[in-house]
């Protein structure tokens, strides 16, 4: 599972219900610690400064103690016998003095060199007569006049520890030694555990007196009289010796922390330390703070212990929940701890086993949801993805199978040759029944008709029971179901059909189950829908397409349609015979290689052929609009090609790919080859005459020259000649413009055609003097024909068998009467005329291309007029083969004499 | 002066005759020939001052004939022919054809033009008595003594009629000819409307004098007008 990778306030229950605890608990923490520092603070001080009074009290009593002490003492020194330090009068002073205080145990006198002259009680040890003079209070006495206290130490005399009160006895100023007496220090001590004892021992104060010295001459523990203070707490004596007051904690070497409290007595410099553990002093505030830390520990505790409950509790399960929620609408799977978490948690009886086990209910019923969506998906996309709805109806019924248990259904469809229903799909039914299953659409008991005419699926819950399904309850019987539903298909275009489902035991389907079912048969409504529309265009498509491939096919136009690879699509039957080579071959390999093909066959030598490759590359590139003309090889053919390139665009004028028409225009060609040929020779056969008579005309005129009679005489018949010549050309065009034009007219008079044959030949060979042979067959019959007309034919096809064949070979012409005709021929052993051009010499303007034929002068008229005139008399010309020679014959038909009759009568 | 030799070829008797009695009686010497290949068996044996030759002639035509008359002889040709188009002109004078006389003519036209001929010959060894011996402009040199031009120090070889067109253009460079001045400068006063002569000349000379002959730096076109040399 994925865990989150961040913890937000917002999306987080257990951090929510922790902010708004710490919303409470905070303020009271931060008030109890606010007051915890201040009012301990405030404790604290009240501690010490208690301290610090009762301290007072102590250095203000022990202060009017000594004040006593010295005042007995000055009174003393002004005792006479004190003063004159007589044997006899002091004992009975001191002892009065020594008895009134309790706190002094010795009274002694020094003389004025320190030596001990009197002291009382005398007993038990005596130091009369010993030099005092090395003690400091001494010292001090020498310098002054006034009481003074001495620092603690042990008396010699009476080995107690004591602090005397000295009084220096001055007379004038004439030292006389001190008067003193030894103070107890027993009793101040004892006076200070009296102290102790007023309070409360749990307080263990510790009170001591200490010394102008430092050292401490009064303390409830006596085994401390007499130490230096500053080994216990330098500060403090530090302090006090520097005359001051107050408070401190020192720590001892043990690490015991001890609270001082410290006053000077005034007289005397000495102080006075309370000094108590500072956990006894400071018990009240510590425990207070304590409390507080307590207090906010104990909130913290509860804090936590909530939090964890609540998350263990309640959140967790929430949030496994979340996951199981998303995994439900098709997340990632859950980890196998979280289900089993998930597992535990909903046998609580609480409400989050509640929610958990409803989520865990809904996931089945959406698991069984999703799967048939799925398979109706499934097989939605079944029908989209294939055409062939046999298929497409089989997946349907798998489907409907398996989503809801059904083993048997079929699906049945109107065959609309027959008019009967017939199974289209079927599963789970037994092969024959699928087979010979035939309904008729008006069949009165079945369920299936029914359903189709009603639109609605009709159920039978038990086909043992149900009245209606009487008459085919042995069919059910025999294919082993006791009850059924026909859901019908929602047809337009096809043929109505009907979804069948059974089951072996009496059932009712509810309204899911129905509901599915028509969802499946509407997807096989779809499937076969499909299937119908696409067959029938595909019909359509493909008849129009044959139609266009035919179209293409029959072209008398090359077609080459390439891609933008370059890679040809398609070319035509043209194409394949332009390049010799099959179509499948064409298709599918580069333009360029095809091209190659056609340009291997380019005539170079021809007019322009040099040039029409380069052109034709650019054309194919695309980068010529214009079309180009490529001369070409076929065996003994030359062949002119016209290539046109074009561009196939789309609809959004996309380039789609180019192609190139290719024209034959060989014939065209030819044509335009011929009408320039044809130019060149009648300006030659009209201009060449034109040009002799015109030379010799300007020759007989022009002066500088002066001609010989014979030479002029040859000169005007070259002109004559050449005049004849002009004026038989310009008849003959004359003539064929007449025969084109339809204007010819015949005066046609009825003759034979001997005197027509005779005067022909003696005409040409008035000119070529040469003799050719006549056969004329007797009593040729009458004909009806244009005089004229014919001795031009039989000339022109004599002149031309002269022409054409050596001089020393005969010319023969013959006539004679085959059936209805008379047929005229005209034979010579010269270069004859080639099998394939026997049509075309008899066009006009055609002339055999050969050297001989150039050599001779004409138009290529002659023949094209003879054929005229003959079609003009309604006979024919014709051209017989030879293998020596040309034989060239045409027929005039006969005229019977009932028809000459007529003809004459008109 | 003494009468150059002419060779007429012709394939029509009635015309070569005409020639060949017209020529004769001006004192011409004459051979004739009536096809191609007569002509050139002729003109390899004889020395030939003039050919006039017909163009549609069988056994090779008048065309092949000036093609190979021209492969190593610079002698003037006069072309007759039937054809007038300009084309069929152009044709012949491309292939080497001096002059083209179009049937039919009289004797007054073909005596004219085999004088122009011969005079247009004359003029271009005439130009050695020229006072300056050279003329250059650009890369084009022409020697007038020697009867030479240079283009980029490479001799060219001009036949009569281009060596005197080029020299006539170049010593008016700048100035705009009219054909009709060019072709009766060079070619003689009978002419003037001849253009496609023209034509076919400087087409010529742009082959052999010009660096780009499609784009001429020297020799410009003034288009229905006429012709300049550019004066660089």
Redesign the interface.
């Known amino acids: 599972m994925k865990k989150r990778s961040r913890l937000s306030i917002k999306s987080d229950l257990g951090l929510q219900i922790l902010a708004l605890y710490s919303l409470f608990i905070v303020p009271i923490v931060v008030v109890a610690l606010l007051f915890d520092n201040i009012a301990g603070k405030r404790l604290v001080q009240e501690i010490q400064s208690n301290d610090l009074a009762l301290a007072r009290a102590i250095a203000q009593e022990t202060d009017s103690a000594l004040s006593i002490s010295l005042f007995a003492v000055e009174q003393l020194s002004t005792q006479p016998a004190v003063i004159a330090a007589a044997p006899t009068g002091m004992p009975q002073i001191f002892e009065q003095a020594y008895n009134l205080r309790p706190d002094v145990n010795l009274v002694y006198r020094l003389d004025e060199n320190g030596t001990m002259v009197y002291h009382y009680p005398e007993s038990p040890g005596s130091t009369v007569g010993n030099d005092f003079s090395f003690r400091e209070y001494f010292q001090r006495a020498l310098e002054t006049r006034d009481p003074l206290v001495s620092l603690g130490r042990i008396s010699p005399t009476t080995n107690q520890p004591v602090a005397t009160a000295i009084m220096p006895i001055w007379e004038a100023d004439q030292f006389l030694g001190v008067v003193g007496t030894n103070l107890k220090l027993q009793s101040l001590s004892d006076t200070l555990a009296a102290i102790s004892t007023e309070y409360h021992p749990e307080e263990q104060f510790q009170i001591a007196i200490l010394d102008a010295g430092g050292n401490v001459i009064a303390s409830p523990n006596p085994a401390q009289i007499l130490t230096d203070f500053a080994t216990v707490a330098p500060g403090v004596a530090q302090a006090l010796l520097g005359g001051e007051d107050g408070s401190q904690v020192e720590v001892s070497e043990q690490g015991e922390e001890t609270l001082y409290s410290y006053v000077l007595v005034p007289g005397v410099g000495w102080g006075v330390v309370i000094a108590r553990p500072s956990s006894v002093a400071f018990a009240t505030p510590q425990n207070f703070h304590r409390g507080v830390l307590w207090m906010i520990a104990v909130f913290l505790g509860i804090g936590i212990f909530f939090w964890f409950a609540l998350s263990l509790r309640v959140i967790r399960p929430v949030e496994r929940l979340a996951d199981y929620s998303r995994f439900m609408g098709g997340g990632l799977p859950m980890e196998t701890g979280d289900v089993e978490l998930l597992d535990r948690f909903s046998t609580r009886p609480d409400q989050i086993g509640h929610l958990i086990r409803s989520f865990k209910r809904m996931e089945v019923a959406i698991k069984a949801r999703i799967e048939e969506l799925g398979t109706l998906l499934e097989t939605g996309a079944a029908v989209v993805s294939t055409l062939d709805s046999q298929v497409v109806l089989e997946r349907i019924l798998e489907q409907v199978e398996r989503l809801l248990g059904v083993k048997q259904s079929i699906i049945v469809a109107l065959d609309p040759e027959r008019d009967v229903f017939r199974a289209r799909a079927s599963r789970g039914m037994s092969e024959r029944y699928a087979r010979s299953l035939e309904i008729s659409p008006d069949e009165p008991t079945s369920v299936t008709m029914r359903a189709i005419r009603v639109g609605e699926p009709i159920q039978v819950r038990d086909t043992e029971s149900d009245p209606s399904f009487a008459a085919l309850r042995p069919r059910a019987r025999a294919e082993g179901y006791r009850s059924m539903v026909a859901i019908p298909l929602k047809t337009t275009h096809a043929p109505a059909s009907a979804l069948i489902v059974y089951s072996p035991t009496p059932q009712v389907f509810n309204a899911r189950e129905l509901n599915l079912l028509s969802n499946f048969a509407n997807q096989a409504a779809m499937a076969i829908e499909n299937a119908e529309l696409y067959a029938r265009s595909d019909t359509r498509l493909q008849e129009q397409t044959r139609r266009l491939v035919a179209l293409m096919q029959s072209l008398d136009l090359g077609l080459v349609l390439e891609d933008l690879d370059g890679k040809i699509l398609y070319a035509n039957r043209m194409v394949s015979e332009l390049s010799g080579q099959p179509m499948e071959e064409i298709i599918g390999q580069p333009a360029q290689n095809w091209w190659q093909q056609i340009t291997a066959r380019v005539v170079e030598k021809t007019e322009g052929g040099k040039e029409s490759e380069g052109k034709l590359e650019q054309l194919l590139a695309g980068t010529m609009q214009e079309s180009c003309i490529l001369p070409l090889q076929y065996a003994e053919n030359l062949c002119y090609v016209r290539v046109k390139g074009f561009t196939v665009y789309d609809e959004a004028r996309v380039e789609l790919g180019r192609g190139q028409i290719l024209q034959d225009i060989t014939n065209d060609y030819e044509l335009d080859r011929m009408k320039s040929s044809l130019v060149?020779t009648v300006?030659?056969e009209?201009?060449?005459?034109?040009?002799?008579?015109?030379?010799?005309?300007?020759?007989l005129l022009?002066d500088?020259?002066d001609?010989e009679v014979t030479?002029q005489q040859e000169?005007l018949s070259?002109i004559l000649?050449?005049t004849d010549r002009l004026t038989e050309t310009v008849n003959n065009l004359l003539d064929m413009s007449r025969i084109e034009a339809g204007s010819l007219t015949l005066s046609q008079t009825a003759c034979t055609l001997d005197d027509i044959i005779l005067s022909a030949v003696e005409h040409v060979n008035r000119y070529l003097g040469r003799q050719v042979e006549i056969e004329i067959a007797p009593d040729l019959p009458l004909v009806h024909v244009d005089a004229d007309c014919i001795e031009v034919v039989v000339r022109n096809l004599t002149e031309n068998a002269l022409k054409y064949s050596p001089d020393d070979q005969p010319v023969a012409v013959s006539a004679s009467q085959v059936g209805d005709w008379v047929i005229v021929a005209v034979e010579d052993r010269g270069i004859g005329i080639p099998p394939d051009k026997a049509e075309d010499i008899f066009e006009r303007f055609y002339r055999l291309e050969n050297?001989l034929t150039?050599?001779k002068p004409g138009v290529g008229l002659g023949l094209a007029i003879s054929r005229g005139f003959v079609q003009a008399h309604g006979g024919k010309i014709w051209i017989e083969p030879r293998s020596v020679g040309t034989r060239i014959l045409f027929s005039i038909p006969i005229v019977d004499v009932e028809q000459l009759e007529k003809i004459l009568h008109e | 002066m003494s009468k150059i030799t002419v060779l007429v070829v012709d394939?029509?008797k009635?015309?070569l005759?005409?020639?060949r009695?017209?020529l004769e009686?001006?004192g011409y010497k004459t051979f004739t020939a009536t096809n191609g290949l007569e002509a050139l068996a002729i003109f390899k044996q004889e020395v030939i001052d003039l050919v006039i030759l017909d163009v549609?002639m069988?056994?090779m035509n008048g065309l092949e004939t000036i093609r190979r008359i021209r492969e190593n002889s610079t002698v003037p040709i006069v072309v007759?022919s039937?054809?007038?188009e300009e084309n069929d002109k152009i044709q012949a004078l491309n292939l080497g054809a001096d002059d083209y006389l179009t049937?039919?003519?009289?004797?007054?036209e073909?005596l004219a033009r085999v004088e122009a001929v011969q005079r247009r010959a004359r003029w271009s060894s005439a130009s050695q008595v020229q006072d300056h011996s050279q003329l250059v402009h650009g890369e084009i040199m022409v020697d007038l003594t020697m009867h030479r031009v240079l283009v980029h120090g490479q001799l060219v070889e001009l036949t009569p009629t281009e060596f005197n067109l080029l020299v006539y253009l170049m010593e008016n460079s700048g100035r705009l000819l009219t054909h009709e001045a060019i072709l009766k400068s060079i070619w003689g006063p009978e002419y003037g409307r001849e253009a496609e002569y023209l034509r076919v000349y400087i087409g010529r000379l742009r082959q052999k004098i010009e660096n780009d002959p499609v784009n001429p730096q020297y020799l410009k076109t003034a288009h229905g007008y006429g012709y300049y040399f550019e004066s660089l």
């Open positions: 060149s300006s030659h009209l201009r060449t005459p034109l040009a002799a008579i015109k030379g010799y005309v300007t020759t022009a500088d020259v001609w030479r000169f070259v000649r050449e050297g150039r050599r | 394939d029509e009635a015309l005759d005409f020639v009695h017209n009686g001006r549609m069988p056994d007759l039937a054809l007038g049937k039919p003519f009289g004797v007054g073909l």
